[in-house]
């Protein structure tokens, strides 16, 4: 029987033979990338640029600056509060020829910022339609009652040059809600955003022979709809753990609704402006067939808090 031959590699020269690929450190990798991927993942994005005010050529520019300097010029709200701001490191530029711009009175600010207040409490973020019609890109309370008539994009523009977007809509919730006037307060307490998709459980009688399976998730909707409203549930300061616990809110409500109540109950509804249209099933959302924890506002989280003794 043949013996086995043993090869021997150690006394082959290489001579220059460079390998082209390079071994990654992954772990200094991610920690070199991980400041890009955390600004990144950030919804709402504002730059430096965005902030920059100007003003025309010629025209001597006060030390120390001023809001109502800047908003005199023709620069939106949001630019000249956040030039200002910025101190020392603002950027506040002369005009080119030929560029013009209307000063913003504090009054016409004043109307463009509540429009859009508006805007993100009853429909979740701000508007910037470019047209007024009544009651589709523009709320009939706004036209008739606090006779805002231009359109969603006007008002914008008096705010920002920047995309109105890109700002966190979640200022809201500091603002005071007891100091509102009283016609706001009253068109709040018809329905804000995330709310009135909850409408039927809040003004519609409990269905007959409710499904066995569909009781306690009509319980879960009714304890949002009937407790006082909660920042914790307003799309625009929704806290995180609601969708892992609920899915997506709203068309969970929406289906469970089509479910409980027959269409002319709905239209009821509609009629009403209690929901702001007839709701359409969504596809493949059942998350409420699941649904078993009672909501229990937090009384930190009040969007309207209780008056004191």
Not at 2 to 22: C, H, K, Q, R, Y
Not at 92 to 121: C, D, H, N, S
Not at 165 to 178: A, C, E, M
Not at 220 to 225: I, R, T
């Given at each position: 029987m043949a ?55 010629g025209t ?120 509102l006037g ?128």
């Amino acid at each position: 029987m043949a013996g086995v031959t043993t090869l021997d590699f150690s006394n082959i020269v290489t001579g220059n033979i460079v390998f082209e690929a390079v071994d990654i450190d992954l772990d200094s990798l991610a920690g070199f990338l991980q400041r890009f991927i955390i600004q990144g993942s950030k919804r709402y994005q504002i730059s430096r640029q965005d902030m920059m005010c100007t003003f025309p050529q010629g025209t001597n520019k006060p030390d120390p600056l001023t809001l109502e300097w800047l908003l005199a010029q023709g620069n939106p709200l949001f630019n000249s509060l956040f030039c200002l701001a910025e101190g020392d490191r603002r950027l506040v530029m002369e005009r080119p020829p030929g560029i013009t711009a209307t000063a913003k009175t504090p009054e016409a600010v004043a109307k463009a910022l509540f429009v859009q207040y508006f805007f993100i409490m009853t429909r979740g973020s701000v508007s910037v339609a470019p047209d007024n019609t009544a009651s589709t890109t523009m709320p009939n309370f706004l036209g008739s009652v606090m006779s805002c008539n231009e359109s969603p994009l006007a008002y914008a523009s008096r705010l920002s040059t920047f995309t109105l977007g890109s700002l966190n809509p979640g200022w809201v919730k500091y603002i005071r809600t007891d100091l509102l006037g009283v016609e706001t307060m009253n068109r709040f307490g018809l329905g804000l955003a995330g709310y009135r998709n909850m409408a039927a459980f809040k003004f519609l009688r409990r269905p007959d022979n409710i499904p066995s399976h569909l009781i306690r998730p009509y319980e879960v909707a009714c304890s949002m709809a009937t407790q006082p409203a909660s920042w914790d549930l307003h799309p625009a300061t929704r806290r995180p753990d609601v969708l892992t616990r609920y899915g997506p809110l709203n068309k969970n409500l929406l289906n469970l609704t089509l479910e409980l109540w027959t269409v002319a109950e709905i239209q009821e509804l509609v009629d009403s402006k209690a929901l702001f249209q007839m709701p359409t099933r969504a596809a493949g959302v059942t998350n409420y067939r699941s649904w078993s924890i009672l909501w229990v506002t937090d009384p930190a989280s009040l969007i309207f808090p209780l008056a004191g003794p």
